[in-house]
Every structure is written in C-alpha cells, then in structure tokens.
C-alpha cells in the first residue's frame, strides 16, 4: 500500500524567502513521486518528479525537490518565494505503472509581500 | 495545443437528478482518469480508463456513479440519482503512454447538489 503524508496544511513565508513544503511518502516497491501545483479554478499542473536516476530533481518555476530514500521524503523547494508562487501544493506517490496516484492531502502555500 | 477540456465547469442541481460530467483528453493521449476533490477526502482516483477500456473502478464511489469513454476523444461520468455528498470538484486527466505520472488535469468541474 502507498501513501502521503504532508505536514503542514498552511504554509506562509515572506517574499524572497525560502519555500519548504514537506512530504513523507510510504510505500512497499520504489515509488514514483510528484508534486502538482493547483491555483485557484484551476486544474493540477506537474511541477516535478522523481522516478529514478538522480535523486536531486528540478522542475518549473524555480522548483526542485530530493528523493531521500532513507528518510521517504521527497521535500519541495524553492530558494526565494514569489508572489506567484501562491497556490495549493500537492504531493503524490504512484505504482510503478503510473496509474494508480495518492495524492496528499495539499499544502496551501502563501506568500506575504 | 489544447489541454483536457471539461464540461460544464459549474453545475447545480437538486437532490435525485442525473448529472453528466463531460471530458476532452488531449488528442494522442491514451489514458484517461477521473478525480473528485473534496475537503474532507482530498484527491480521489475514480476510474481510469486506457484505449477507452476502463480497467480500474474501483475508486467509484456507490453504483449511482458510472463512467463511459465511447472513443478516444470524449468520456462521460454520471452521477444518478445525485446527493448532496457528491457535491465536490471532479477532475478529468489525461496522459501518454511512456510517460509515467505526467498526467494533464483539465479545469475541473465544480459540482453542488442541494
């Protein structure tokens, strides 16, 4: 079985300021991981993933995050936060199909001016 | 290129009446899933479907709800009779074969049934 754990429901960090969105994911086979960003009316866009090879994994707008197995994070970050960047972040684990996604249960991220 | 479509993107009915939920995948893409997000609940997988053949439904909630993807380029989620627990936001996703996890979500339609 597999799942998602994010901590932090509510997340605020000042512009400029460094992101850190956490998750912890549990899994019984090597997981693929993602993170979706969700903004407001909006469906889920991919913002990275991890499915093997180099654990360190950038994706869009600034974003990368770590695959560390020994610890099952895969924790989101950005070095300095934009207005922009406020939004809903999801972390999700899947099978090695790529079909069957647990999503966590998102974290709202806010960016103060 | 156009991305998932969904439609309609806001729906209100009362309590007892069918609803139909529709979804556009990208052209080319082979899988197609549907979501429902919920306060309470978070993201939900429904059903996928791969070729238009759905090949997991598990995640359906009662036999009120039933899915069907006539072709590639169009697929149908039906809730009858509704209630007002149904009431969420249900997402259409697609993706390509190959490409494990990139799947791409369209708008979502937003469901209240009173």
């Known amino acids: 079985a597999q799942s998602v754990t994010q901590l932090g429901s509510h997340v605020s960090v000042s512009e400029g300021a460094l992101v850190l969105l956490r998750c912890n994911y549990s899994?019984?086979?090597?997981?693929?991981l993602f993170w979706y960003v969700q903004y407001p009316n909006q469906g889920l866009q991919l913002l990275l993933k991890?499915?093997?090879?180099?654990?360190l994994v950038k994706g869009i707008n600034g974003f990368e995050a770590e695959f560390k197995k020994s610890e099952t994070s895969f924790h989101l970050t950005k070095p300095s936060a934009h207005m922009s960047d406020a939004a809903e972040y999801f972390c999700?684990?899947?099978?090695?199909?790529?079909?069957?996604?647990?999503f966590g249960t998102g974290t709202s991220l806010t960016v103060i001016p | 290129d156009a991305g998932v479509i969904q439609s309609p993107r806001h729906e209100v009915t009362e309590m007892g009446q069918e609803v139909t939920l529709r979804c556009k995948p990208i052209?080319?893409?082979?899988?197609l899933f549907w979501y429902r997000q919920t306060m309470m609940r978070g993201l939900e997988l429904l059903i996928y479907?791969?070729?238009?053949?759905?090949?997991?439904d598990s995640g359906m909630p009662e036999d009120r709800f039933s899915a069907k993807m006539p072709n590639a380029s169009f697929s149908t989620l039906k809730i009858q009779p509704s209630e007002p627990r149904d009431s969420a936001v249900y997402f259409c996703?697609?993706?390509?074969?190959?490409?494990?996890?990139?799947?791409?979500f369209g708008p979502g339609t937003r469901l209240t049934v009173l």
């Open positions: 996703a697609s993706r390509i074969a190959g490409r494990h996890g990139e799947q791409f």
């Open positions: 899994s019984s086979v090597p997981p693929y």
């Open positions: 991890y499915t093997t090879g180099a654990t």
């Open positions: 999700a684990v899947s099978d090695r199909s790529g079909n069957q996604f647990y």
């Open positions: 052209s080319g893409h082979d899988y």
């Open positions: 479907f791969n070729n238009n053949v759905p090949i997991d």
